[in-house]
């Protein structure tokens, strides 16, 4: 919550704030991937409740419903090893996700 004291406001014209946020290690699963703003959201009556917005948050650069597959697990034995993964942002022209494995010839 942010708060502000009392204020005159002109008509069309345009305000902004700046705050810093702590951007979380995955986007929300069971919530809103959002910010609410509201002025006057203790209002008690729709006079002192002027205006409200929501914003979409974009996806939080994560990699979700990871597996793995494989034909077998005996040593020594030539394998088919299968990955899957799925971004939750776009991977810019030119990315990429790199996958590294040791011990394996």
């Known amino acids: 919550v942010l708060l502000w004291g009392n ?3 002109r008509r069309n014209a345009p ?14 699963r069971f919530s809103s991937n959002a910010f609410f703003l ?7 009556d729709f006079d002192e409740r002027p205006a409200a917005a929501v914003v979409e948050c974009p996806m939080v650069a994560t990699l979700i419903n990871c597996g793995v597959g494989y034909q077998t697990t005996e040593v020594g034995r030539q394998n ?17 996700i790199i996958i590294t494995a040791t011990g394996f010839s």
């Open 7 to 9: 204020a005159t406001f």
């Open 15 to 28: 305000y902004g704030f700046r705050h810093n946020i702590r951007v979380p290690s995955h986007s929300p």
């Open 38 to 44: 509201e002025f006057g959201y203790d209002g008690t």
């Open 80 to 96: 088919r090893v299968e990955l899957w993964i799925q971004t939750m942002s776009s991977i810019r022209p030119g990315g990429g």
